[in-house]
């Protein structure tokens, strides 16, 4: 069974820096791209970036391009989020994502809370 655990989140200063991993069993980590999601209050989930199965080729929302960086270990089976200079706008639950076609489904991890004070 799939299962994704994100981890890393906290309380920051405006400017401040987290890190953020998601720890993935039950399938096979390499095959599959990998996301990371994020929703603030009152507000629709978006998302933050991505990367695929390779990790050769990654993709970021416009708000976050320069200061966010994801990337991922096939070999442990995580995928991290690199975030800096936050913003308090970047505050919301971050989740770990990825699509399952042998499912035909998507997956979330439980989340993890980021809170970044001006």
């Known amino acids: 069974q799939v299962q994704l655990v994100e981890s890393g989140g906290g309380l920051v200063q405006s400017g401040g820096s987290l890190r953020l991993s998601c720890a993935a069993t039950g399938f096979t980590f390499r095959m599959f791209a990998m996301d990371w999601f994020r929703q603030a209050p009152g507000k629709e989930r978006e998302l933050v970036a991505r990367i695929i199965h390779s990790g050769r080729e990654t993709t970021y929302a416009d708000s976050v391009k320069g200061r966010f960086t994801i990337s991922r270990d096939n070999a442990k089976a995580t995928v991290t989020l690199q975030m800096d200079s936050l913003k308090p706008e970047d505050t919301g639950m971050y989740y770990c994502?990825?699509?399952?076609?042998?499912?035909?489904?998507?997956?979330w991890g439980q989340g993890t809370q980021v809170t970044v004070s001006s």
């Open positions: 994502h990825t699509y399952y076609p042998p499912d035909a489904r998507d997956y």
